[in-house]
């Protein structure tokens, strides 16, 4: 090889050197900026992540202050104007009793006075507890024979009558739950009408739907308890379209099969009508009037009999 070759290759590897460094420090340079990117997108992943899982506890506690909030700001809707269950009649009205039935109102109060001449014997008023299902036939056959004879000792103060609406049959109405929307309602009227409940009761069992149809609406019902003359009509549709003491009936209807009527002896409810007279069940037809108050004046004269000592012979001297 001549001198000349020889210094023209090593000229060639001196300027090949220089390239080569250039081009591994340009590789090393890009290979530090994309890790360098790498970094800074992982950390902003992190950062995003955690940003994300702050907003979604934020949201979770927002849901659940707000969820306990509206808990504790709503109160457990309870019924007011209710004893152990039932509703008092402390006024009665007539005017929802049928034709029939308001022609025979004066024979009908004829035979309470008779039967309520228990007053002469028996101070105390006789206490009686009718327990009803508004879809039960004889609920509605104890109404119709005995409401006028009921509203009359209730004028003369010769009984305490309360009703105690329970939902026995709500899966008899095609899935529309009428027992127990019926029974809503007349809680609704005793708690925020209770001076017109004793005219929508009668108006609900003398009205009462065949077994195993829809039943009216709870639009219906509410247009019944207004037509009764409760006060306050948005009131009245509100609490029973809305269904408020939907769940208290479950609870009492709950009560009264599972533990023992009060003042029953122990005895719970089977069925509907369950009419209790000081206690004592009324096993007769609820058909007859006649036979009702016959039940009702010998229990009301055996509670006298009961309370009033016999005298006692004094020695002659």
């Known amino acids: 090889m001549s001198t000349d070759d020889t210094s023209q290759t090593s000229g060639a590897s001196a300027d090949d050197a220089p390239a080569k460094r250039d081009h591994r420090e340009a590789l090393r340079e890009k290979a530090q900026l994309v890790h360098a990117q790498q970094r800074r997108a992982g950390v902003l992943r992190r950062v995003l992540i955690g940003v994300g899982i702050v907003a979604v506890l934020a949201v979770v506690g927002v849901g659940v202050t707000l969820a306990w909030t509206s808990a504790s700001d709503t109160p457990q809707l309870a019924p007011t104007n209710m004893e152990q269950d039932g509703v008092v009649i402390e006024a009665v009205t007539t005017s929802a009793l049928s034709a029939d039935e308001a022609a025979g109102e004066a024979e009908a109060e004829a035979e309470a ?187 009301s004269s055996d509670a006298y009999y009961k309370a009033t000592p016999s005298p006692t012979p004094t020695p002659t001297p």
């Open 113 to 299: 006075e008779a039967s309520t001449s228990a007053e002469e014997v028996n101070s105390a008023p006789v206490e009686i507890r009718v327990y009803i299902d508004y879809l039960s036939a004889q609920s509605r056959e104890f109404q119709q024979a005995n409401a006028s004879q009921l509203g009359e000792w209730v004028k003369q103060g010769a009984v305490n009558l309360s009703y105690h609406p329970v939902a026995l049959l709500t899966a008899k109405s095609n899935g529309t739950k009428y027992s127990l929307r019926a029974a809503n309602a007349g809680v609704c009227v005793a708690t925020h009408s209770p001076e017109t409940f004793f005219a929508f009761n009668h108006s609900l069992l003398t009205r009462q739907p065949d077994f195993d149809t829809d039943g009216f609406d709870s639009k219906t019902l509410a247009d019944m308890a207004i037509a009764s003359g409760a006060e306050d009509p948005k009131q009245m549709r509100s609490c029973i379209e809305d269904g408020h003491y939907l769940s208290w009936v479950q609870a009492a209807t709950a009560r009264a099969l599972s533990e023992p009527l009060p003042g029953a002896d122990g005895q719970k409810l089977t069925g509907t009508p369950t009419v209790l007279v000081d206690g004592k069940p009324y096993v007769g037809s609820m058909t007859d009037a006649k036979e009702f108050a016959q039940f009702v004046l010998m229990l």
